[in-house]
């Protein structure tokens, strides 16, 4: 198979050769490739079932071909067009990294911008040149985190939130118990937007050359002008779109061919193929909510957990399962976007990487956000990468159930319940817990978050009294998860391949194979089909809501 593998690659070269030289003789010398960004940036693609190939582009996207740009000499630079970029912090942060990395290379980086919010001047600030029209703002507001307290208007409907809780900073619940946000909350959250304005704040203050408190004074002046932005020396050349070609010619020189990537692609030279004789890297993705069963990908709901991907703990272990007994692959990285979610679920994913990791090396990535649940199956492995601006931690538990009785007798509607064991009931939303059945719950809250804790004391070599002081329930962001020794590594996704290759004793200029591995394809997994996907929303968020106990953590900071 190996020979196989060569002749296919000798070939392959071949023919790159061939038209890497038809390229070299036909492009234009010293070309910009006008690159669009614009849409949320997931970290990776992921397969998808026949009736949805369409997926979006994503910071792999980008960064390969930002890499392509870098790595042909015919190419001056990437003129970067951003409009409409919605990605989280973090994915802001990597292709922050991606830009960084085509600058490196020699080749000048133009960011083009017309009105420029904060998500999207953070991701201008990386290039080397920042350009905007006359008639452009600068919204360089900051970040907020808002939320919506339902818990009196629910308790007016005559719906009663049941909750036991571990503990005191586990907020997922309390904008549908409470109707204003708790001390605890507060402080945990107002902790984390001062840690990702920071960064923020600090990230510009370099791109830029300037001090941060010069940032800050600008943040708490904006909106500014594209000349006001100018003279404060965070815009460099106030032009038009068809300006650009001008700017950017040598003195008096011709025009540089401004080439848009659908037809730059053809005109940039490929990379040789250089198979590597070590095993590969195996990269699995946990994406959204984690659920018991299957993963599945439901169209867009206006609830954030309920919409998109979501990550079963059954399709993740037949994905570790084949990793483990594949010969090819010699590491594992779990690349992890997700804000929990079952607690069972979790445990039962942990249980397979934790028992991969025994026989091969396993890293985590953690993508924008990857707390509770989600940092619960990335305790056992033997790195854990993220970017400043993740969102980790959440070591805590919720757990309970809604009392929807008083609703039903508001509209005029009586449920009989006729039951045998005393604890039948409990988990019913028609009747209110006893109070044996409110100390049962307690019980089985405290078990878990023991378990939790010593999931992570055992993962990370910290002792347990050590995990709960940075624990309750507590959010950090990826900087914060640092410090207080949570994470291993700041960095982007090459990051956490490079700790992969350095865990399997190969050189850091090594290349080797990395594989994106679908899972098999389970004995009682139902074939994806667009009907039966709009049919699986309602019964995926009844069995999510029927989970007793949750490691969730549904927060999102907005950089505005």
């Known amino acids: 198979m190996r020979l196989f593998a060569r002749l296919g690659d000798l070939l392959a070269n071949a023919w790159l050769v061939l038209r890497n030289l038809v390229v070299a003789w036909t492009a234009p010398r010293g070309m910009y490739v006008l690159l669009e960004l614009r849409g949320n940036y997931p970290e990776h693609r992921t397969p998808q079932p026949w009736w949805n190939r369409w997926q979006p582009d994503t910071v792999d996207d980008v960064r390969g071909r930002l890499e392509q740009i870098g790595a042909d000499p015919d190419a001056a630079g990437v003129i970067v067009m951003l409009d409409g970029v919605e990605a989280a912090l973090a994915s802001l942060q990597s292709l922050r990294a991606a830009l960084a990395g085509c600058r490196a290379s020699g080749k000048r980086v133009i960011a083009y911008v017309t009105h420029a919010s904060t998500r999207l001047y953070y991701l201008a600030s990386a290039a080397d040149t920042v350009v905007m029209p006359e008639s452009g703002v600068l919204d360089l507001v900051g970040v907020t985190l808002e939320a919506t307290f339902l818990g009196d208007a629910l308790g007016r409907l005559g719906v009663a939130g049941e909750f036991e809780r571990i503990a005191e900073y586990k907020s997922a619940i309390e904008p549908l118990t409470r109707g204003a946000m708790s001390e605890p909350m507060r402080e945990a959250l107002n902790t984390v937007l001062d840690s990702v304005f920071g960064d923020l704040v600090d990230d510009i203050a370099v791109s830029r050359g300037l001090g941060p408190e010069v940032v800050r004074r600008l943040t708490d002046d904006a909106p500014l002008s594209a000349r006001a932005a100018a003279d404060a020396r965070l815009v460099d050349a106030v032009l038009y779109e068809d300006e650009l070609a001008a700017y950017l010619a040598p003195g008096e020189g011709r025009h540089p061919a401004l080439v848009p990537w659908a037809a730059a692609r053809h005109r940039l030279r490929r990379p040789l193929r250089r198979r590597a004789p ?63 979610g079952s607690a069972l679920a979790s445990d039962l994913i942990w249980r397979e990487i934790e028992r991969i990791g025994r026989r091969k090396p396993v890293v985590a990535f953690f993508g924008n956000v990857a707390a509770s649940g989600g940092y619960y199956v990335a305790a056992p492995a033997q790195r854990i990468v993220c970017q400043p601006g993740t969102l980790t931690g959440s070591i805590g538990i919720i757990a309970g159930k809604f009392n929807i009785r008083g609703l039903l007798e508001r509209l005029g509607a009586h ?31 405290e078990e878990t978050y023991a378990r939790f804790v010593d999931r992570v004391s055992r993962g990370r070599r910290m002792a347990p009294d050590a995990v709960r002081a940075v624990a309750r329930g507590r959010v950090w962001t990826g900087r914060q998860a640092k410090e207080l ?29 990395v594989v994106h591995v679908r899972p098999p394809r389970g004995p009682t997994a139902a074939p994806e089909h667009p009907v039966a996907a709009l049919g699986d929303i309602a019964a995926g968020v009844g069995a999510f809501l029927e989970e007793r106990v949750l490691a969730l953590f549904p927060w999102e900071v907005t950089v505005r």
């Open 485 to 513: 020794g949570l994470v291993d590594a700041l960095g982007d996704f090459p990051s956490a391949l490079a700790a992969a290759k350095e865990l399997m004793g190969v050189a850091a200029t090594q290349t080797v194979p």
């Open 278 to 340: 070590e095993a590969a890297i195996a990269v699995i993705t946990l994406r959204g909510p984690i659920v018991m069963g299957e993963s599945r990908r439901r169209p867009a709901l206006p609830l954030p957990l309920f919409r998109g991907e979501t990550a079963g703990h059954a399709t993740t272990a037949r994905a570790v399962r084949a990793v483990e007994r594949s010969g090819r692959f010699g590491a594992l990285v779990v690349s992890i976007d997700s804000p929990g």
């Open 415 to 445: 449920r009989e319940i006729l039951a045998r064991g005393t604890a039948a009931t409990i988990g019913s939303p028609f009747v209110p817990f006893s109070a044996d059945e409110r100390r049962r719950l307690r019980a089985q809250t």
